[in-house]
Structure formats: structure tokens, C-alpha cells
């Protein structure tokens, strides 16, 4: 019985670690959020870690030592909320609340707001080391899709 | 005569507080461009016997006032420099004297290597850098064992450099860390806290560190802050001039954990300060003293406009005296954080209070510690605008 239990126990805690969703599947239809970049990226992956890091902008290299340059959309987006939890595994309240430390401190400032998926491919397609995150039914406009581990 | 509230700038803060999260001049890739952000703060606070961090709180005060403005440019993709102009008020420290908080140029060779020169915020424990920057935390005021108002000049920021990082260990987590050294500029008239006429303050040098280790569980931040610093002043002691030399080692062990709208905290510190002094007779010679300082802390994010918080903190000023009011402070405190918006904010705080430790003799008439009422409460409230 005992090791019913650690067994049971066990699957519950593999399926909370890994089972959890790493993209923002909509029960039917296109995810919630796709993540863009600029299409001479060479990326064609990352980490979910190595996102939250450039989003929060504890790194901002790339592996081919191009600047990241982030892009959010405005707070108040549904696509951001989900972006937020999923990748940045904090709250959008959370993470303003994290750049108003940073920000007072004089540590850095967050990345730039935007308030459609347009303006967030708009922005990418200009800095090669753009990322950003829109709709699944966005028009990606040239952009590249980046698979999310 | 400076003005009693900063009223004006804080309304101009909020008509110019535009819904983007900042004001910024030009397009990101401008050279010109410039991020900017701001807050201007005003607090009350009411106590329920003695004076705490200004005058004649026993009947409320407002002088209990912050604002500040900051500027920063990325010059190239590793240099960036910044500025934050400050002012407060509180108590008698203060006086709206607007003063650079910080100022910096950054270099940020890699992610793990960057440097830094000006002045800039020390970090120690993990909230020192915020300890004036209200909209960043839940209390209005930070467990005051670990992070005291009255001694802010001394612990909020350093004039010099820091070398940081930060290294991602796979699955180990992650490495934060800095370590710096300069020494802080210190207006003698400042130090309205002491008995004595201070002629001149001095810090020949400060130094110190912080590593904080980012664990495996998400939201599990533990680490450790040195700082060693030697405080020089010359005392005017009624008509006997005397010069000290207090050599201080403080360091602080932390811990922290964010898992979803919870927010739990803990800290424990002990400051080591020594005194020599050039007439023993007038100002006492001290071998060493050891103050102990904690504090647990919880907030949970109940909605988005509302967050509720409490902690308990508790000081010694000296370890090897833990008997007698004047020698322990212990401090519960409760507050509701209200976000009426993104850029406002208003917080209700009570403090319960046993002991005296905490207190000020020169704000309550320079009566000793032991004389002053044992248990009290304070009642505090504070708005904040920011962008």
C-alpha cells in the first residue's frame, strides 16, 4: 500500500513538473501566444529558463552574442497574462512589480510596451535580436517563430 | 523656506504620468532618447505614545514625504548611464533638499561580468535598494531592525564601483552577485539623530558584497550581504571637541520565496561596531558591540488592487543586554496595500510595539530610551504616484 502511494505520489509530482503546459494550447484551435523573432536569428528554440531571463533581462545575449531586445505587449493583455504565467512563471502584476524595483534602483529599465501584435512584429523585424510574444492568429509578417522548450 | 509637501510636484508627477509605464523622450533608438520615471509620496503617521521618525507624531505628522525623479540612456548596447534626483522629508531629516540618489555609467561586458562607477544603490540584504522606493514593496515601512529608517544616509547608497553578474548554473539555478567599494559623502548637519554637534563625518572607506543564489524550486531565493565600512567624525561635546573612529562590519543572511500571490521573507543580521575615541572621558571607548536584528515577513496578492501584509521584526541593539525596554524592540505589523491604478497607490499600516530600541531620544524631548512608554503603537498611512 505504502508503495502504491510513493508510486501515485511520484506520477503526481512528474506530471506537475513536466506535464504542465509549456505552450499556450487552446483547448481547440491556434495557442494563445506565439513567441517571434527576427528571422536572421538562427534560434529556432530556447529554453523557457533562458526567455524569463531575457524578459526579465538577467541576460541579454543570445547565443550568437546578439543584444536580445525584448518587446511586451501592454499589461493589460490577455496574451501577456498567459505569456507571463507560462514563460516568465509570475504574474504580470508580479512583473511590474520586479521593474519597479529595478527601475528605482537604477538597475535597468523593462522592455517596451506595445499594445498590438502589429507594433510587437513591427519592432522585432527591426532589431535582430528582437523577441516577442503575439496572438496565435497574429499576422507574424516575416517574422520566425521560435519553439518554446 | 522650502515648501512643507511636495503638493505641486506631486500633482505635476501625476498629469504627466501618461498610460505607457514610463515617459519616454524620443524613440527607443534615438540618441537622444531617454527612459523616465518617477514618484512623489506623502505619508502620515500617528503614534500612540513617543515620538517615532519625526516630531510629535503622538499627534500625527506629515513630514513624512518622498519624490524623486530618474533618467537613464542607453549610450551603446553595453553603456548606460542614469540619474535619480531625491528629495524627503522626514522628521528632521531631509528638508526636501533634493540630492542625486544615484548616478552611474554601466558597463555590461558579459551577463556574468558588468562594472559600474558613480553612486549607487548598496545592496544589501534583499531589499536595501528599495528602501525608499515605496511602490516596490508591500509595508510602508521595511522591517526597521534590518532596514531602519534613521540610519538610511549610512546604508542606502555608496559613492565609487561594483563589479556584478549574473550566472545561470543549469540546473542549479542561478548566481547573483556583486561586490563593491567606495565610501559615502555624508552632510554632517544631517545627523540629526545624535546628541552631539557633529563638526565634521567622514567614511574613509566602504566595502562589501552580496551573492544571492537563485535555487532550483521557482520562487526560492537564498543568499548572504557583507559590508565593512569606518565611520570618522569629529564630536562637539559641549566645549570639548573629541574625534572617534568607529570601524563597522554588518552582514545579513536572506531568504525569499514567490509562489504565485505569496510572498514569504526572512532575514537575520548582526552589526559589529567598535569605537576609538581621543577623550575616552567625554565619549566612551567601545570594545565592540553587537547588535542582532530579524524579521519574517508575508504578503499575498488577494487581487489586483488589493495586498495584505504582515511581519514581525525584532532588534537588539546590544546582544549582551537583552533586558529593559530600552534594549529590545520588538515590531508586528499589519498593512494593506490598496493599487487604485498602475501608478497609484495608497497603504494603511499598524505597527504594534514592545520596547524602546527603535526610538530617538532627540525626538522626544532627548528623554532616555528607559523613560519612554514600553508598549505603543503607530498607525501610518501613505499614497504614492509613480511611472
Not at chain 1, 512528474?14 to 523573432?37: E, H
Not at chain 2, 548596447?77 to 535619480?84: A, F, M, N, P, S
Request: glycine content about 8%; hydrophobic content about 40%; proline content about 6%.
Amino acid at each position: 500500500m505504502r508503495r502504491v502511494a510513493a508510486i501515485a505520489l511520484t506520477l503526481a509530482l512528474l506530471l506537475t513538473a513536466f506535464g504542465g503546459p509549456l505552450f499556450a494550447q487552446s483547448p481547440a484551435g491556434p495557442p494563445v501566444y506565439v513567441v517571434v523573432v527576427h528571422p536572421n536569428n538562427p534560434a529556432t528554440s530556447a529554453d523557457r529558463q533562458f526567455l524569463e531571463d531575457a524578459f526579465l533581462k538577467k541576460v541579454t545575449r543570445w547565443p550568437n552574442d546578439e543584444v536580445v531586445r525584448p518587446a511586451d505587449l501592454v499589461a493589460n493583455s490577455p496574451v501577456r497574462r498567459k505569456f507571463s504565467d507560462e514563460v516568465l512563471h509570475r504574474s504580470v502584476d508580479a512583473v511590474k512589480g520586479y521593474w519597479q524595483q529595478r527601475i528605482f534602483s537604477g538597475r535597468d529599465v523593462p522592455p517596451p510596451e506595445f499594445e498590438t501584435d502589429d507594433e510587437v512584429v513591427k519592432f522585432v523585424l527591426k532589431h535582430d535580436g528582437g523577441v516577442g510574444y503575439v496572438s496565435g492568429t497574429a499576422n507574424l509578417g516575416g517574422t520566425k517563430v521560435l519553439v518554446v522548450k | 523656506m522650502p515648501p512643507r509637501r511636495p503638493v505641486t510636484l506631486f500633482v505635476g508627477l501625476m498629469l504627466i504620468a501618461s498610460p505607457a509605464s514610463a515617459a519616454e523622450l524620443g524613440s527607443e533608438d534615438d540618441l537622444l532618447s531617454v527612459d523616465i520615471h518617477a514618484f512623489a509620496s506623502q505619508g502620515f503617521i500617528l503614534t500612540s505614545a513617543n515620538n517615532y521618525l519625526a516630531n510629535d507624531t503622538t499627534h500625527g505628522s506629515f513630514q513624512f514625504s518622498e519624490v524623486g525623479i530618474n533618467f537613464t540612456k542607453n549610450i551603446t548596447e553595453k553603456l548606460r548611464t542614469g540619474i535619480q534626483l531625491f528629495a524627503q522629508d522626514l522628521g528632521p531629516t531631509g528638508n526636501y533638499n533634493a540630492k542625486m540618489d544615484w548616478f552611474y555609467l554601466d558597463y555590461r561586458f558579459k551577463d556574468w561580468l558588468g562594472f559600474r562607477a558613480g553612486r549607487v544603490k548598496i545592496p544589501f540584504g534583499l531589499y536595501n535598494e528599495i528602501n525608499d522606493i515605496d511602490s516596490a514593496r508591500v509595508p510602508v515601512l521595511l522591517p526597521q531592525s534590518v532596514y531602519p529608517e534613521q540610519d538610511r544616509n549610512y546604508l542606502l547608497a555608496q559613492t565609487g564601483a561594483e563589479l556584478y553578474g549574473y550566472q545561470r548554473l543549469q540546473s542549479l539555478g542561478a548566481l547573483d552577485y556583486r561586490l563593491y567599494g567606495g565610501t559615502i559623502f555624508l552632510d554632517a548637519t544631517a545627523s540629526a539623530g545624535s546628541p552631539f554637534q557633529v563638526e565634521n563625518f567622514n567614511v574613509p572607506y566602504l566595502a562589501g558584497g552580496r551573492l544571492l543564489w537563485e535555487t532550483p524550486l521557482d520562487g526560492l531565493r537564498v543568499g548572504g550581504s557583507l559590508q565593512m565600512l569606518r565611520l570618522d567624525a569629529t564630536l562637539l561635546v559641549n566645549t570639548t571637541t573629541v574625534t572617534i573612529r568607529a570601524p563597522v562590519t554588518i552582514w545579513v543572511g536572506s531568504m525569499e520565496y514567490v509562489h504565485n500571490r505569496l510572498l514569504l521573507a526572512a532575514e537575520y543580521s548582526r552589526w559589529y561596531v567598535k569605537s576609538d575615541s581621543s577623550d575616552p572621558m567625554v565619549f566612551p571607548q567601545v570594545s565592540e558591540i553587537v547588535s542582532e536584528r530579524a524579521y519574517g515577513m508575508a504578503s499575498y496578492r488577494a487581487a489586483k488592487w488589493l495586498q495584505p501584509g504582515v511581519y514581525y521584526s525584532i532588534l537588539f541593539p546590544d546582544v549582551d543586554h537583552r533586558v529593559g525596554r530600552a534594549n529590545i524592540q520588538h515590531d508586528v505589523a499589519t498593512t494593506l496595500r490598496f493599487d487604485i491604478n498602475s501608478h497609484w497607490l495608497f497603504k494603511l499600516e499598524g505597527h504594534f510595539m514592545s520596547g524602546t530600541a527603535g526610538l530617538a531620544s532627540n525626538l522626544n524631548d532627548n528623554a532616555p530610551l528607559t523613560a519612554l512608554q514600553r508598549n505603543w503603537e503607530v498607525l501610518l498611512l501613505k499614497t504614492t504616484a509613480y511611472f
